[in-house]
């Protein structure tokens, strides 16, 4: 009598032979791959990335605490918040009091964004915190500006004069406006240290910018990746998932390794 086949075994050994083709090493190297592809997701962001690692890694101190290490020479990167404060304030056009203005003009060239003009206006300002404060190194300030910026874009010939003469017209500009306010609160990350006038002022440190934000650490942290929530999530997940199974692959091969006679 002849026998019925029912089924297939196919996909199943087949999956079986993918499964023990599976070991530690490959393991191992398949996280290595996806904790490298999660930190060139990262790095793609350019500075913001930098300065957003920087920012939630540093210490924060009291404004006294900075003033401290300032006046024992210790040469420390630290945070400090407070509220700005300034004699010297100037206006802009709604008549708010400001510290610091930087306007920049960037034109889309090879695909980036690239500074072509830039124009700043600032004064003499300080972090108060109750009757202590200290000043802030505003001409040190660069990439480390984190404020929610203004900004209009158009064409290189709808702004003439404001741009290099030898720019196509067609070329996509945009128009950055920056500014901080004297009656914002701020939290800047800086080196406190004493000048030659006698007045201690947070700066840059080689290797590590002097950073300033008047925003809290999430809509900062938003401003720095340019609102790429999902570039984010995929960095994320590809750094945890990543490290999770290097771990896994080498505690396989740990307990293999004992197996051993």
Do not use: C, K, N
């Not at 404060?85 to 206006?91: A, I, M, R, V, Y």
């Not at 610091?100 to 830039?118: K, P, Y």
């Not at 790429?228 to 896994?248: H, K």
């Amino acid at each position: 009598m002849p026998t019925r086949r029912v089924g297939s075994f196919g996909p199943f050994h087949a999956r079986r032979r993918i499964i023990a083709a599976v070991t530690p090493p490959l393991l191992v190297g398949l996280g290595l791959v996806a904790f490298a592809i999660g930190a060139l997701l990262l790095r793609s962001f350019g500075a913001g990335y930098r300065i957003g690692r920087i920012l939630s890694a540093t210490p924060g101190v009291s404004v006294s605490r900075a003033l401290e290490l300032a006046a024992r020479g210790e040469s420390r990167y630290v945070r400090v918040s407070g509220r700005l404060d300034s004699e010297q304030e100037f206006e802009d056009e709604h008549h708010r009091p400001l510290v610091f203005r930087r306007v920049r003009i960037e034109a889309l060239r090879g695909g980036r964004w690239r500074t072509v003009e830039e124009h700043r206006q600032a004064v003499d300002f300080e972090l108060r915190d109750g009757l202590q404060s200290i000043a802030i190194d505003h001409q040190a300030l660069d990439s480390g500006l984190v404020v929610i910026p203004r900004e209009s874009s158009g064409t290189a010939g709808e702004v003439p004069g404001l741009v290099p003469a030898d720019l196509p017209p067609d070329t996509p500009v945009r128009m950055r406006i920056e500014q901080v306010s004297a009656v914002e609160h701020a939290s800047v990350a800086g080196s406190p240290v004493t000048g030659a006038d006698g007045v201690t002022r947070l700066t840059a440190l080689p290797g590590r910018p002097l950073i300033l934000t008047t925003l809290e650490r999430d809509e900062a942290m938003r401003i720095l990746a340019h609102g790429r929530r999902t570039r984010i999530a995929a960095a994320a997940v590809a750094l945890a998932g990543g490290l999770l199974v290097i771990a896994f692959g080498l505690g396989w091969a740990f307990v293999e390794a004992l197996a051993v006679p």
